[in-house]
Antibody, heavy 121, light 109 residues
């Protein structure tokens, strides 16, 4: 079945970087965009950006994260990566990859289980 | 930037009808999607494109968007419906195209 499996929880110090992975299975990886959405504890959902895993891996980032985020893809392993740099305490959140698969391109019906990133000194 | 406004909380007794709103400027011109999120779990799409239901979502979940606000209606509410609900739109004119509402906590009394 179609699923997204993410890497495990991370604990980082302020100023460090984190790289989270999201491995897709059950579908043609290069045919569907992948988005990243984060959720701080007790807060709402926040869109971070999107990557097209096909070919050149074009990206589009939320302005808030421009200059700090890098999304990449590896078609050989059907995996997308989210790298967030210059971490601060406000980046403590659950990070989800999400794919608009079955129901058009603008809603997210497939989600990864989430990766908790904790930023603490 | 485009802002989606949801009430922080809605409470309803079992068997009654819950209505969760999502308000924004000219929201009727956009497709609204709704997600249910239970504690410790990833969001689940319950309504897409204003009023369509993904496979496996009960007919008790009904979405409408005929103007401001868009509404998610849950009929015959069950204890298992207690969750956070988020609306979402795609704003193609924005450099931040994916927008979520702040979320509504549905409490089943």
């Amino acid at each position: 079945q179609v699923q997204l499996v993410q890497s495990g929880a991370e604990v980082k110090k302020p100023g460090a970087s984190v790289k989270v992975s999201c491995k897709a299975s059950g579908y043609i990886f290069t045919n569907y965009y992948m988005h990243w959405v984060r959720q701080a504890p007790g807060q709402g959902l926040e869109w971070m950006g999107v990557i097209n895993p096909n070919g050149g891996g074009s990206t589009r980032y939320a302005q808030k994260f421009q200059g700090r985020v890098i999304m990449t893809s590896d078609t050989s392993t059907s995996t997308v990566y989210l790298e967030l740099n210059s971490l601060r305490s406000e980046d403590t959140a659950m990070y989800h990859c999400a794919c608009p698969y079955y129901y058009g391109s603008r809603s997210f019906d497939i989600w990864g289980q989430g990766t908790m990133v904790t930023v603490s000194s | 930037s485009y802002v989606l406004t949801q009430p922080p909380s809605v409470s309803v007794a079992p068997g009654q009808t819950a209505r969760i709103t999502c308000g924004a400027n000219n929201i009727g011109s956009k497709s609204v999607h709704w997600y249910q999120q239970k504690p410790g779990q990833a969001p689940v799409l319950v309504v897409y494109d204003d009023g369509d239901r993904p496979s496996g979502i009960p007919e008790r979940f009904f979405g409408s968007n005929s103007g401001n606000p868009a509404t998610l209606t849950i009929s015959r509410v069950e204890a298992g419906d207690e969750a956070d609900y988020f609306c979402q739109v795609w704003d193609s004119s924005s450099d931040h195209p994916v927008i979520f509402g702040g979320g509504t906590k549905l409490t089943v009394l």
